[in-house]
């Protein structure tokens, strides 16, 4: 006889033994129950590898779904990466000063000029002995000691420049204008540093100043610099001046002799 079965979650008990009911074209047969039985659990179990294989189909093709809409949708995707890290190089402090030295030697720098290793926002200065840092943190040479009182503020001073930047170029200079420069101390119109370096000097003196970013010019677009590095100058004060405040109806000044 040919069974045409479909499974049902019905169960029949039949001799102690669980069976699947079956229908049957006819007749149902308690004599063939458990070829029915062996068939039934043959078609169940081939049903449920169809449903689990549609079940992987589906979510296979929902994958892929996804993934082409985060695809065309531009969203970054973040894959695992298991390429090895470039490790940092070494602080070569005797590559870096070497490679200072030959610049400042390409820019004419002059003698004795302090050198500068520079590792990002990291500067040490190479100085000889004749250089004394001071707490501030500025470096400072006595080239030659000149005589007579120190400038107070208030005072006008008349001195000669040379500035210099870490490379040694040179970039500005009063000798080569031609005129000494002239500034009354204690009116915050020199750099922090210049004023400090300058304070304690004496006329004929010359004294090479190493200015720290932290005691320098301000930096910025408005500004003639662009980035914090240390600043070199060779100053020779050349005189000091008592200045007297003079008015003229609502006109004031200073008058330096």
Known sequence: MLLLCSPLRAKLSFSETTLFACQAR???????????????GSYLQAHREENRNVLCSEENLRRRNLLLVLVTSSIPLAFPSYGKTKGKNPYDEKRLLEQNRRIQKENNAPEDFPNFVREGFTVKVVASENYVKRDSGLVVWDIAVGKGDSPKAG???????????????????SYV??????????TNALVPGFEEGIRDMKPGGKRRIVIPPELGPPVGPSTFFSSKQFEVFDVELVSIQDCTRRTIGFYSDFVCN
């Open 177 to 186: 204008q031609g005129t000494p420069a002239k500034i009354r101390m204690g």
């Open 155 to 173: 005072q006008q001073v008349t001195f000669h420049y040379v500035g210099y930047n870490e490379s040694g170029r040179r970039i500005d200079s």
């Open 26 to 40: 006819g007749v149902f047969s308690t004599q063939k129950m458990f070829r029915v039985q062996c068939q039934a």
